[in-house]
């Protein structure tokens, strides 16, 4: 999620608040820095374990990616991990749920520091997740789409023993397939409804996002997981969206031919994930709605963040084992949440039905 410029190509953070543009589509600006950390530091950034620091807010469905990510491959040791708060303002994300208002490996208080040492008076949104290069204080990139796939290919030498491979060469056509649809019209469609300018945009973006959504649950109704027999990256992608859905996109974004939790195999298919640990164990509930509810204020001019919806159904039994399939194929689920790592209990399922 960004936050600065008001026009249409930055709707997702606006000056004041505003995040539609009347009489127009939302139109997401994917041009974001693209340099790479890889194995053979090719863009100058080398695989370094302690070097980056990965900046990633809960409350953002892209920057939570690499926190399920990270936290699957067994990479804690190797990346540090810095939360924002939920909400930020025109300038930037900033850290005010640490001590002095500071990030405190990299002393800032706002994000937007980490972009400006890269680029001086950065133009463009201050986006998470970003990853942080710890001795210059510079944002290395904030590529979110490039950024998983790279910690599954290029950190291998630092995942954990049993971590499972996320992005298999045998499957990553299918993967990507997946990903270019589900991305296109369902992670970034429920944003082309809760952005649309106009009843036109939203009706055209409402249709496309449920032809998407019946699409994957019937594709769901039969198999435990989108591609091959085990959790991949498209699995990833899919479940920080639909985590959202009923607490935020059904009401406040006008999703609302009908919930999660009425759809079958994909209300099960959630659980699954959700119950699977390195999924629901990152996930605050609490934190993405104060997100949506308080930061949209054009959408939600009261900044009244409904307390509902009650969320005790996310672990109820998903029955999805008689599907077959191994959650992490040869690998093993990841340890327990590290220390100074764990969500709020205001936060998880258990404790979020109150804001």
């Known amino acids: 999620m960004s936050t600065q410029k008001s026009d249409a190509e930055h709707p997702e953070h606006a000056e004041g608040g505003r995040y539609t543009t009347p009489g127009q589509e939302y139109t997401r600006d994917t041009r974001y820095i693209t340099t790479r950390i890889t194995a053979d530091g090719r863009d100058g950034y080398p695989v370094e374990p302690g070097r980056y620091r990965l900046v990633a807010a809960r409350a953002c469905p892209w920057a939570s990616r690499a926190i399920v990510v990270r936290r699957l491959l067994g990479l804690e040791d190797a990346i540090s991990l810095g939360l924002p708060g939920p909400t930020h303002d025109a300038r930037s994300w900033t850290f005010d749920l640490d001590p002095d208002r500071r990030d405190p490996v990299l002393g800032m208080e706002r994000l937007q520091e980490a972009y400006f040492r890269r680029v001086p008076g950065y133009p463009r949104g201050i986006t ?104 991949t990256e498209a699995d990833v992608r899919l479940f920080t969206t639909l985590v959202r859905f009923d607490p935020v996109y059904h009401n406040h974004f006008r999703c609302n031919r009908n919930k999660l939790t009425e759809m079958p195999a994909l209300w099960a298919y959630a659980r699954d994930l959700f119950q699977t640990p390195g999924f629901g164990d990152t996930v605050d509930f609490r934190q993405i709605k104060q997100h949506y509810y308080l930061v949209h204020t054009d959408i939600n001019p009261t900044g009244i963040v409904p307390r509902g919806p009650d969320l005790a159904g996310w672990l109820t039994p998903h029955g999805r084992e008689v599907l077959g399939g191994r959650p992490f194929g040869d690998g093993t689920p990841p340890g327990p949440v590290r220390p100074g790592e764990g969500v709020d209990p205001a936060g998880t399922a258990a404790g979020a039905t109150g804001s």
């Open 128 to 231: 998470v997740p970003a990853i942080v290069d710890v001795p210059t204080g510079a944002v290395v990139t904030n590529d979110f789409d490039q950024m998983t796939l790279d910690l599954s290919t290029q950190w291998g030498e630092h995942h954990r023993a049993g971590a499972p491979d996320l992005y298999p060469d045998a499957l990553r056509d299918e993967i990507d397939a997946v990903n270019r649809r589900v991305f296109a019209q369902v992670n970034n469609g429920v944003y082309r409804c809760g952005f649309a300018g106009s009843q036109e945009a939203y009706d055209r973006a409402y249709d496309r996002l449920f032809t998407a959504l019946d699409w994957l649950e019937e594709r769901l109704a039969g198999r435990r997981y989108l591609v091959g027999e085990s959790i």
